[in-house]
């Protein structure tokens, strides 16, 4: 049954009940207008004496609770600065209510985006297991930045097959990208008096040194340009031969562009 939450001013969570009146959480701005505004199916204790205010029972705490509002209501949350815990504690207790998941636009998926760079798996899982597509997009670019040997079984089941799929697909395609793209290593030319086939396979074996290096770093995956550069750059004074210079060069330029247009998000 639906029931005029607006109308009540006093909350009890079990086991502490807490006075949301001295409270700064925002949940007194719910309870005032019109009783039909109601939105929450909930069970409500009548009041225990006339001229006395009735009681709504919840189970979350007034923090939890004072986001599920704004999110029934539609209204602004930013500036409570909720965490990821509390945002998904609120997105978890909408479905006990009979209420539906806050729709792609609602500024509760952009609060949660400004906390990617943090947890980007958790920023991740919440956004899949609502199927709230810009925010997987968006936090996916960050998840780079972390093994997904990190990943939590909980977050895993959270995000659901059809994501998690996606996501081992994003970091594993961009592995075998790097690999792809860096594995050959610079043209060889002509022998002269000056460079011979021995010098170039020295150039070849500095090569395999620098993508090994790349390879074995904690997130081959989110390889930046610089560390490219930092990589093979030093190939270059390596040897004396000009044609050789030349050759390291274009090679560094053209995985460095090939790199660039990899896909970073899912």
Known sequence: MLL????????ID????????NQESGIQNFLQGDMEDNMLDVEVSP??????IPTLFVIEDSVVFNIVLHLVYDMPCGRYGPSIEVISNALQAL????????????????????QAEMDPLRVYSLGA?????SVCMQSSEHTLQTSLSNLS?????????????RLFFLHLGRLEALKRILG????????TIACTEVTQRAVKKAWKAGLAELLLAETPQATRVSSIVSAFGP?????????????????????????GNVKKII
């Open 4 to 11: 005029p939450v607006p109308y009540y001013t006093s909350i």
């Open 14 to 21: 079990s086991p502490v009940r807490r006075n949301i009146e």
């Open 47 to 52: 009041p225990d004496q006339p001229n006395t």
């Open 95 to 114: 479905p006990r209510y009979g209420l539906p998941s806050p729709g792609p636009t609602n500024e509760i998926w952009t609060v949660l985006l400004r």
């Open 129 to 133: 297991s609502h199927a709230v597509e």
């Open 153 to 165: 079984e909980a977050d895993a089941m959270t995000m659901g097959p059809i994501y998690l799929r």
């Open 184 to 191: 050959p290593p610079p043209d060889t030319h002509a022998d």
């Open 235 to 259: 190939i270059v004074n390596s040897t004396q031969c000009l044609a050789c210079k030349e050759k390291i060069q274009e090679r560094i330029a053209d995985a460095v562009q090939a790199w």
